[in-house]
């Protein structure tokens, strides 16, 4: 079974730049996750998909940040402008419907804002 | 709202020495249990969970933990660890049922020495 994708692995930009990351989920999960991961913390979510639809975005930074998921498959997380402390690691991550909550995560993309 | 705090930053141990990571978690409902391994620029692996039933869960590389209700801890025990077991592990808690989220802890850095 193909796990979850994420493109790129790394990325380095200069702040105010736009960047956009790509997440394609286990085939057949339903819901999909955006993490943000700064160095030396756990993840937070940014953003969770039930199908193409948002069950939660309490913690996105709606000015900034934007991610969408068209026919309920891939993800796309934009930033737009970048800040410098908007390094961090973005975890995309999938699971089945509940009560099988156990979430498979992709390796990440490494964020550098300079 | 559902909180976690690993109690520990960072552990050192010997190799083949008994290892506990600490997690404890807050909140005003039920919830389900996880602990997850982050190895050096990876994704989260899962290492097991709990959901409901037997409060000791074992999980994969030997790991097991218990669910203590009454303190609400979720400790994560390895009997003999190996020098790779070292990574770091995060704690997280979700109410349970729904599409709710995963919320983790700051995380331990367990670093095993020969």
């Known amino acids: 079974e193909a796990g979850v994708a994420q493109s790129p692995r790394y990325k380095i930009i200069e702040k105010r730049q736009s960047v956009a990351f790509w997440c394609n989920p286990i085939?057949?999960?339903?819901?999909l996750y955006w993490y943000q991961q700064i160095l030396g913390q756990g993840p937070k979510l940014l953003i969770q998909f039930q199908n193409n639809g948002v069950v939660d975005d309490s913690q996105l930074p709606k000015d900034r940040f934007s991610a969408e998921r068209l026919k309920g498959v891939d993800s796309t997380l934009k930033i737009q402008p970048a800040k410098l402390e908007d390094s961090a690691v973005y975890l995309c991550?999938?699971?089945?419907?509940?009560?099988?909550?156990?979430?498979?995560f992709g390796q990440g993309t490494r964020l550098t804002v300079v | 709202a559902q909180s976690v705090t690993q109690l520990d930053s960072q552990v050192p141990v010997f190799e083949e020495a008994p290892v506990e990571l600490r997690c404890n978690y807050s909140?005003?409902?039920?919830?389900?249990l996880f602990w997850y391994v982050q190895y050096p620029n990876q994704g989260l692996q899962l290492l097991l969970k709990?959901?409901?039933?037997?409060?000791l869960v074992k999980g994969i590389n030997g790991f097991e933990a218990e669910f203590n209700k009454s303190q609400t801890s979720f400790h994560l025990r390895k009997p003999s660890v190996h020098i790779s077991d070292t990574a770091e592990y995060f704690c997280a808690v979700s109410r349970s049922g729904g599409y709710n989220k995963l919320i983790f802890g700051a995380g331990t850095r367990l670093a095993v020495h020969p």
């Open positions: 085939s057949g999960h339903a819901t």
């Open positions: 991550a999938s699971s089945l419907d509940p009560p099988n909550t156990e979430a498979f």
């Open positions: 709990y959901l409901s039933g037997s409060t």
């Open positions: 909140s005003s409902v039920s919830v389900y």
